[in-house]
T-cell receptor
Framework: KAGVTQTPRYLIKTRGQQVTLSCSPI?????VSWYQQTPGQGLQFLFE???????NKGNFPGRFSGRQFSNSRSEMNVSTLELGDSALYLC??????????????FGPGTRLTVL | DAKTTQPNSMESNEEEPVHLPCNHS???????IHWYRQLPSQGPEYVIH???SNVNNRMASLAIAEDRKSSTLILHRATLRDAAVYYC??????????????FGDGTTLTVKP
């Protein structure tokens, strides 16, 4: 199976702009999670989607939002970009088998730089 | 979420075994122990996971203490490609908890030739 893919891989934006990142999960996986990784804060959970519904949310401001489509593909959006939003944004998918702890499979990430 | 504690860094010689420890004293009965690793410029990669019993796969072995308050990831023969940040995390079983993982700082493993 093809792995998790994320586009674009690199992105440069300026403060105040907005950005949309895309994630295609592994075929058959219905859960998609997003994480932000920075040198100072490490890997932090943003939100998780399952069947087009946000099921879990991390402690991030409302500028960070996401959605999931019927084919399980997901997008995340960051509005009014700030310098501190510069980070590696990672997407992970899992098969979400009931009753078990599901392994997450990560994509390569999108490196966002805010100038 | 229950927290894990790992050493910041460890060193190993190539082709020698490596034991990466993880403490999780507040683990609950439904928490799984997952290990991921992240190579430079890549997303985290699944290594292994377990609940109560020791586990083996082609990449590594996971030894879980009897009281489950600690675990050890064992790389049987370290290679230069194993140099990475290794994360030990606790995840709760079941669909309503899936997808939300709390990562600590991990252990940076350096492998010397």
């Amino acid at each position: 199976k093809a792995g998790v893919t994320q586009t674009p891989r690199y992105l440069i934006k300026t403060r105040g702009q907005q950005v949309t990142l895309s994630c295609s999960p592994i075929s058959g996986h219905r859960s998609v999670s997003w994480y932000q990784q920075t040198p100072g804060q490490g890997l932090q959970f943003l939100f998780e989607y399952f069947s087009e519904t946000q099921r879990n949310k991390g402690n991030f401001p409302g500028r960070f939002s996401g959605r999931q489509f019927s084919n399980s593909r997901s997008e995340m959006n960051v509005s009014t970009l700030e310098l501190g939003d510069s980070a590696l944004y990672l997407c992970a998918s899992s098969s979400l088998t009931s009753g078990r702890s599901d392994t997450q499979y990560f994509g390569p990430g999108t490196r966002l730089t805010v100038l | 979420d229950a927290k894990t504690t790992q050493p910041n860094s460890m060193e190993s010689n190539e082709e020698e075994p490596v034991h990466l420890p993880c403490n999780h004293s507040t683990i609950s009965g439904t928490d799984y122990i997952h290990w991921y690793r992240q190579l430079p410029s890549q997303g985290p990669e699944y290594v292994i996971h377990g609940l109560t019993s020791n586990v083996n796969n082609r990449m590594a072995s996971l030894a879980i203490a009897e009281d489950r308050k600690s675990s050890t990831l064992i790389l049987h023969r370290a290679t230069l490609r194993d140099a990475a940040v290794y994360y030990c995390i606790l995840t709760k079983g079941g669909p309503t908890n899936a997808g939300k993982s709390t990562f600590g700082d991990g252990t940076t493993l350096t492998v010397k030739p």
